[in-house]
């Protein structure tokens, strides 16, 4: 299973356009938030599902902030992060993370691209394919979950 990672993209198309390009063929969207009806138009271009959720620039009730999907018998939680205090650490994600049983935590607003592993659990920031910080590059994220239920993932420079 081949999963397609993407945040903070605050309503540029072109971006979007342009992560379906370096992502290659994938089998399903993850939109950790800013700019949530990005997600929905993601599912448009690659009619493809797409689990989104609200960042603290969507001003939307309609849009949970935090998202629980299981793929190929994996628990992904997909939360934007302004409300677990990303810009000053992974603590709190860890916590949570554990706590809500997941296997993998998908988070945004920092605009750094961020993949690592914390206790077991992998921790992925696809960074921003429109207004990267930090001295990062434009990015989008790639979860790969294998048949015998590895999970890798990196982070792909647009």
């Known amino acids: ?16 356009k342009q992560v379906v390009a370096a992502a290659g063929e994938v089998d399903y969207w993850l939109h950790a938030g800013d700019h949530c009806k990005d997600g929905y138009l993601l599912g448009e271009l690659t009619n493809l599902p797409v689990t989104v959720v609200a960042g603290n620039c969507d001003r939307t009730l309609s849009v949970l902030p935090d998202e629980y999907v299981e793929i ?30 997941a296997d993998i935590v998908v988070f945004g607003h920092t605009h750094m691209p961020y993949n690592a592993w914390h206790e077991g659990l992998l921790l992925l920031n696809p960074g921003s394919p429109r207004l990267p910080r930090g001295g990062s590059f434009p990015s989008c994220g790639i979860i790969h979950i294998l048949e015998d239920g590895i999970i890798e993932a990196n982070i792909i420079e647009l």
Do not use: C, F, P
């Open 1 to 16: 299973m081949k999963i397609g990672v993407i945040s903070d993209t605050h309503g540029d198309v072109q971006s979007l």
């Open 72 to 101: 190929a018998g994996k628990t992904i939680w997909v939360t934007h992060g302004h409300r677990h205090n990303v810009k000053y650490g992974v603590q709190e994600l860890v916590w949570w993370g554990k706590q809500y049983g």
